[in-house]
């Protein structure tokens, strides 16, 4: 089992930064991909960033590509997620995820994750 716990939401406005992180525990051990969903009242889940085990390989959601970057650090088990320029359409309650492999088709089903953490961006 691996747990996640999410840390760095809150209350921004439109234009700015916030940086959120996610702890890793248990089974960290393995190399598992890591990553972060979003999802809206009312809308389906969306995928925001991934990053692979080694870090060689990243892959971004089309809505956040050029404003957001996500990194990792093995040796603390954590993944970070910097948002820059947030928009009103940022407004989510953000969710980290560990697995084998991660993807925009990912599902709740597949890997672990975390309980969220909610962005708010005002306009």
């Known amino acids: 089992q691996v747990q996640l716990v999410e840390s760095g939401g809150g209350l921004v406005q439109a234009g700015g930064s916030l940086r959120l992180s996610c702890a890793a525990s248990?089974?960290?051990?393995?190399?598992?991909?890591m990553g972060w969903f979003r999802q809206a009242p009312g809308k389906e889940r969306d995928f925001v960033a991934a990053m692979s085990w080694s870090g060689s390989s990243t892959v971004y959601g089309d809505s956040v590509k050029g404003r957001f970057t996500i990194s990792r650090d093995n040796a603390k088990n954590t993944v970070n997620l910097q948002m820059n320029n947030l928009k009103p359409e940022d407004t989510a309650v953000y969710y980290c995820?560990?697995?084998?492999?991660?993807?925009?088709?990912?599902?709740?089903?597949?890997?672990?994750w975390g309980q969220g953490t909610q962005v708010t961006v005002s306009s």
């Open positions: 248990g089974r960290t051990y393995r190399r598992y991909a």
């Open positions: 995820t560990a697995g084998s492999t991660i993807a925009p088709t990912t599902s709740r089903a597949e890997g672990y």
